[in-house]
């Protein structure tokens, strides 16, 4: 089992040599559909756009006095922990979120500071399509589809997600099956990206499932869904990494960039991130579902074969 370790890094050594970069490229503008999927759909490989949705209405009418007006009265699903950490593993669980409907003016009143929260990070993350399913009224100030990225893969989004938070809220190092495009409309995102064939050094277990929840005290507890089925998830925390219990991590090469307003962050399918943001950032995604091709099959075969060699 040593010399399939062995191959499955030289892999990602290969990887890393023969076309991954060495940092996150800025492309000007919106490409050419055809260009975009060759230089990076194709390849799997990130980059940001500038002035890609420089024509939304959003970048200038999405303050806080124009979102109260247009939204304040309707009910969104809010995450809420006491840590920030939304779907992450604590201990021996994976922990996701007390899940809150609130109207969005209540959400501003916590992020601007107006009133008590009364403890735990509060972040709008629902993954669902949760602009055009709880926030229709604000789509006309964005796009429901990015034209060149649905010309390039010849299909419409799968989702498209809003996203408001406090500095804190963090979202945990995970994987997704989406060609996703993370526009930010205001503040700033920082992700922490590690391709798929950075694999082998990711650590992964099986947790029982739970869900935080806030008793009238204050204080969080962890409450587990006993007839859920255990969920595999990554342990490892990638800005403080335990080297130690995860000595494999030391050879991960991972990607750092931050995506300012205005900007725009191609996210290929099956990369690795972890994603933190400043106070207040807002941002809209759109998730495409990737292609079940080859691609995805190799990466398929390198999960059994990091599993195999991790139970060995």
Request: aromatic residues 12%.
């Amino acid at each position: 089992m040593e010399a399939v370790r062995n191959r499955l890094a030289e892999c990602s050594q290969e990887a890393h040599e023969l076309y991954l970069n060495q940092s996150v490229p800025y492309l000007d503008g919106p490409p050419e559909p055809l260009q975009f999927h060759r230089d990076w759909i194709a390849p799997n490989k990130p980059c940001i756009i500038r002035n890609a949705f420089s024509h939304w209405p959003a970048l200038s009418k999405w303050s806080p006095d124009y979102l109260r007006q247009k939204v304040g009265s309707k009910l969104i699903s809010v995450a809420v922990t006491p840590n920030g950490y939304a779907d992450a593993v604590n201990g021996d669980r994976f922990v996701m979120p007390e899940e809150r409907q609130m109207s969005f003016s209540s959400v501003l009143d916590i992020i601007e500071g107006k009133v008590d929260k009364g403890g735990g990070v509060f972040y709008v993350q629902r993954q669902c399509s949760n602009l055009l399913q709880e926030l229709p009224e604000l789509t006309a100030d964005v796009e429901p589809h990015i034209a060149w990225m649905s010309t390039a893969l010849g299909k419409l989004p799968d989702a498209v997600n809003f996203w408001l938070g406090e500095a804190n809220a963090i979202t945990s190092m995970h994987k997704d099956h989406y060609e996703n495009l993370y526009c930010v409309v205001s503040g700033e995102k920082h992700f922490t990206l590690m391709p798929p064939t950075d694999r082998p050094f990711i650590p992964y277990g099986l947790y029982q499932p739970a869900v935080y929840h806030q008793r009238d005290d204050g204080e969080f507890e962890v409450i587990d869904q006993s007839d859920s089925e255990m969920v595999p998830w990554i342990p490892l925390d990638p800005l403080n990494p335990d080297l130690e219990r995860y000595p494999q991590y030391r050879r991960a090469r991972p990607l750092h960039c931050s995506v300012k307003s205005g900007e725009m962050l191609y996210l290929p399918s099956l990369w690795f991130h972890h994603v933190q943001q400043s106070h207040g950032c807002i941002a809209v995604n759109f998730w495409y579902d990737m292609d079940y091709d080859i691609k995805y099959n190799y990466f398929q075969l390198l999960e059994a074969l990091c599993e195999v060699t991790r139970s060995t």
